[in-house]
């Protein structure tokens, strides 16, 4: 990909235009991480690019910003020309830009580690900002008035939390006061691109700090208040000894590591309904009775404010839903336990359930349990065996169709499951024995 964005910079050089590689992949380049996308800034205006690559320009993607898609082997680049943008509209988008020099459009950038510039031919850095000194530093820092840039953009405020946990820098004093100033603003921001943002932020390598900076910024309150009413809940001491439900919140995400978007957010969202449900006894002693049931209905309202897809809400509801379940594993039939490994759910479950003991009273048995069983049914007979008779089986010996069907096919399976029986005979055996018993009913 570079090789083929440094063919580019050196057609638009030979032509005559300054072109420089620009923003968040001079910053990975300067970190020595390879960068996701890179893209190009030039003196060279939409229509001159376009002249220039009609073999390889694929249209404007933002004629209004100066920005031409250009192909070159298996990549694309995004080719844009030097402007300064003018006011703001909807706190997302410039109302206007014009097009000007390399400073100007490094000075409308957002922080100083996007706005150096790097000319790949020259081997040189082009740096107004002082952005490799930041980076030296491990310093988020606006370019300029941070207020100014927050007001122009107010998507930035999420931007430099999730640079400062991907990155592992701290944000600069100026530019932190100026983000918990303006946190409410980030409302103007559409659903979509505020979960976009979260999202890399929680799948960051330290989503806690992650939550650590949402809720010190004041962004928490706004964009996630289920989770900010989260502290000051008290929870047992003797299961709990980590303190409220927001610590221990914090604490599950601190044991999360390479983590998927539905486990990361299935321990974000497992004690959200605690709030809703604390109670206390007449001795004094802490109850959250039902807490699982009403945490996965505000996950799921949380989740469809934020647009997030029907598929990962089913997966994150479910295991809000039943992620109290384990404790009863110790007294759950052998076909209970082997149709709670068969779920779909059941690693994200698992490790949430993992995850969760290590943040409260460390106890990992029940863990230890079921990966004993999941090895010790790691067979695919064993686990799940091929079912011995249908609904068309009960039917044929006079049973009508409805919901008895089911709930006979269950009762068998589980016998199958528990190794009470193995052969279609004997299941047929036993659906005869339950049929008759439902027609003396």
Known sequence: MREEAIGIVHRLQKAGFTAFFAGGCVRDILLEKEPHDIDIATSATPEEVQQLFKDKATGLIGKAFGVVRVRSGHHFFEVATFRTDIGSEGGRWPAAVRFSTPKEDALRRDFTINGIFYDPIADQIIDYVKGTEDIEKKIIRAIGDPKKRFEEDHLRMLRAIRFAVQLSFRIEENTWNAIRQ??????????????????????SPDPARGLDLLDQSNLLAVILPEIYRCHGVEQPKDFHPEGDVFSHIRLVLSHLSNPSLELVLSA?????????????DKEGNIHFYGHEIVGAKIAENIMTRLRYSRDTIKKVVECVKNHMTFKDVPKMKKATVKKLILKPTFPIELELHRIDCLSSHGN???YNFLNQAKEAYSTEASLSPPKLITGYDLIAMGLQPGKKVGEI?????????????SSRKEALLMAEELVRNESIK
């Open 182 to 203: 303006s946190a409410q603003a980030i409302l103007n921001i559409s659903a979509e691109r505020i979960r976009e943002e979260l999202d890399k932020i929680f799948c």
């Open 268 to 280: 974000l969202f497992h004690d959200v309904g605690k709030p809703l449900t604390f109670t206390r």
């Open 409 to 421: 096919l269950e009762l068998v399976r589980e016998a199958q499951l528990e190794e009470k029986i």
């Open 364 to 366: 990992l048995s029940i």
